[in-house]
Structures are given as structure tokens and as C-alpha cells.
T-cell receptor, first 112, second 114 residues
Framework: DAKTTQPPSMDCAEGRAANLPCNHS???????VYWYRQIHSQGPQYIIH???NNETNEMASLIITEDRKSSTLILPHATLRDTAVYYC?????????????FGAGTRLTVKP | DAGVTQSPTHLIKTRGQQVTLRCSPK?????VSWYQQALGQGPQFIFQ???????QRGNFPDRFSGHQFPNYSSELNVNALLLGDSALYLC?????????????FGSGTQLSVL
């Protein structure tokens, strides 16, 4: 699986959009980009995933660059409850295992 | 609909002891994976159980073993505990091995080895 690079920490004002970047320059054509987050004292929570098209769900939007070497997770209106560690993971679609390669992630702090 | 449940939530052991952690998957799920999360790091994959067999294993020694029961629940056993085994142990479940499916995680068991 391709390696990902994320900034260790970011701040965001409550009510503003939080844009979390992820670099995955060695991504292969059959690898998806996944985002999970982990709120303190809880297990990771799935947010969104995509292959090459932009994706949106009730939690967030995922923007993947045309060359697929980087992506951005967007939380459109961050709240204090969005304070968490956000993990960007790249893995092969159809991998017959649950081995998600979590890195250190980005610690997002939403401030009032 | 109950999510992934783990027990106990906290546990304190001493070096050399053995420990058993338990996990019940989300309703409708049949695959369970275990992860270890050291302080300040992301979770690391230990192994995965499907159809009561270990299907995939991460880079963990044989001291780490597991079991899956016919009702899909699972146990993680760690023998000869070391101080370095102190961590949050997370259980994740899915319907079949994940592929493109998302994983659902429990809140974990915090293990402290003294």
C-alpha cells in the first residue's frame, strides 16, 4: 500500500470549513483513499473514501487531485465535536483483509 | 443496533502474566480484526478472523493469539506480557473481510502492564 503524509496538527475556528490535506504521491491506480477519525477515548470512525472522483456524504467531502497524488478532506462547518485525530489511508480496493495502515494522522483542534 | 463492544474497558497486569480481551462485533458482521494502539501512534493491525480462522496477520509475535466463536465474537490473548504491550487494544468488525467496506471499531480495552 502507498504511504501517506499528513501534517501533524491543524487548528480550525468553529463554524468554518476544515481542510485536511494528505499526500500520497506513490498511489497506484487500484488504490482507494480512505479517511477515518479518532475522537479521544474512542475507536476510529469511518468518514469517507474514494478512488478518483470527488465524494461527499453527510459527514464530509473528499477532493482528490486529477493525478491522484494528493487529497483533501473537507469538514464544511467544523464544530467542537470534530476535534479529533484524522487518518488518511491508502489501500488496494478489494484487498481481502482488514489491515488498514494507519499513520500518525493529523490532530485537528476546533476552537470556539 | 449495538455497535462493536469490547470488554473490559481497562485492565492492569504485571509482566509475565497472560491476558484475554473480548469483542462482540456489530450486528450483521462476521469478520473481526484486532489492532494495537500505542500512546501517540496510529492503530497497528494484529490479525483478522473470519469463519473462525485467522486469515491475515500483522507483524506481531506468536505471544499474540486469538479465537473467533461461532457467534462471530472474538478473543485476543496475549501471553508473557511485556511492558511494551501496554496499549489500547481495538477491535474492528465488518461484513466479510473489508475489501472496500468500512470498518466499525469498538472503544477499546486500555491495557497497562506494570
Amino acid at each position: 500500500d502507498a504511504k501517506t503524509t499528513q501534517p501533524p496538527s491543524m487548528d480550525c475556528a468553529e463554524g468554518r470549513a476544515a481542510n485536511l490535506p494528505c499526500n500520497h504521491s506513490t498511489i497506484s491506480g487500484n488504490e482507494y483513499v480512505y479517511w477515518y477519525r479518532q475522537i479521544h477515548s474512542q475507536g476510529p470512525q469511518y468518514i469517507i473514501h474514494g478512488l478518483k472522483n470527488n465524494e461527499t456524504n453527510e459527514m464530509a467531502s473528499l477532493i482528490i487531485t486529477e493525478d491522484r497524488k494528493s487529497s483533501t478532506l473537507i469538514l464544511p462547518h467544523a464544530t467542537l465535536r470534530d476535534t479529533a485525530v484524522y487518518y488518511c489511508i491508502v489501500r488496494v480496493a478489494g484487498d481481502n483483509n482488514n489491515d488498514m495502515r494507519f499513520g500518525a494522522g493529523t490532530r485537528l483542534t476546533v476552537k470556539p | 443496533d449495538a455497535g462493536v463492544t469490547q470488554s473490559p474497558t481497562h485492565l492492569i497486569k504485571t509482566r509475565g502474566q497472560q491476558v484475554t480481551l473480548r469483542c462482540s462485533p456489530k450486528s450483521g458482521h462476521d469478520t473481526v480484526s484486532w489492532y494495537q494502539q500505542a500512546l501517540g501512534q496510529g492503530p497497528q493491525f494484529i490479525f483478522q478472523y473470519y469463519e473462525e480462522e485467522e486469515r491475515q496477520r500483522g507483524n506481531f509475535p506468536d505471544r499474540f493469539s486469538g479465537h473467533q466463536f461461532p457467534n462471530y465474537s472474538s478473543e485476543l490473548n496475549v501471553n508473557a506480557l511485556l511492558l511494551g504491550d501496554s496499549a489500547l487494544y481495538l477491535c474492528a468488525s465488518s461484513w466479510r473481510p473489508a475489501g472496500r467496506e468500512k470498518l466499525f471499531f469498538g472503544s477499546g480495552t486500555q491495557l497497562s502492564v506494570l
